[in-house]
Nanobody, 116 residues
Framework: QVQLVESGGGLVQPGGSLRLSCAASGFTFSTYSMRWYRQAPGKERELVAAITIPGGSNDYADSVKGRFTISKDNAGNTVYLQMKSLKPEDTAVYYC?????????WGQGTQVIVSS
C-alpha cells in the first residue's frame, strides 16, 4: 500500500534553513507528481510546492518562491523540500502529498517552527 513518511522538521530561527524529506513506497514513484502542503494553526491546508511528472516542472506558492525548492530522488523514492530564509509565518505542519488514481494520499506530517 502507499506510504508517505515525512521527516526533517524542527525548531529553527528566522533566516535559517531546513530540509524536509518524504520517503515514499507502494507505488511507482518516478512516474507520479508529488506535492508539499502545509497547515498552520487555525488555517486551511495550503499547497506549497509541486513537482510535475512528466516534464519535471516545479511550481511554488507565491509566499515561498525563491526560498523553497522541491526535488525528487527517484532512485531513493524520496521527495525533498529545501527551505531557506525561513520566516515565522512558515511555521506549520508540512505534509507530503500524492494523487494517484483519483485518490489523495498524505503522510503524517512534520512540524516546522520558526521562532527566535
Amino acid at each position: 500500500q502507499v506510504q508517505l513518511v515525512e521527516s526533517g522538521g524542527g525548531l529553527v530561527q528566522p533566516g535559517g534553513s531546513l530540509r524536509l524529506s518524504c520517503a515514499a513506497s507502494g507505488f511507482t514513484f518516478s512516474t507520479y507528481s508529488m506535492r508539499w502542503y502545509r497547515q498552520a494553526p487555525g488555517k486551511e491546508r495550503e499547497l506549497v510546492a509541486a513537482i510535475t511528472i512528466p516534464g519535471g516542472s516545479n511550481d511554488y506558492a507565491d509566499s515561498v518562491k525563491g526560498r523553497f525548492t522541491i526535488s525528487k530522488d527517484n532512485a531513493g523514492n524520496t521527495v525533498y523540500l529545501q527551505m531557506k530564509s525561513l520566516k515565522p509565518e512558515d511555521t506549520a505542519v508540512y505534509y507530503c502529498n500524492l494523487m494517484r488514481i483519483g485518490r489523495y494520499y498524505w503522510g503524517q506530517g512534520t512540524q516546522v517552527i520558526v521562532s527566535s
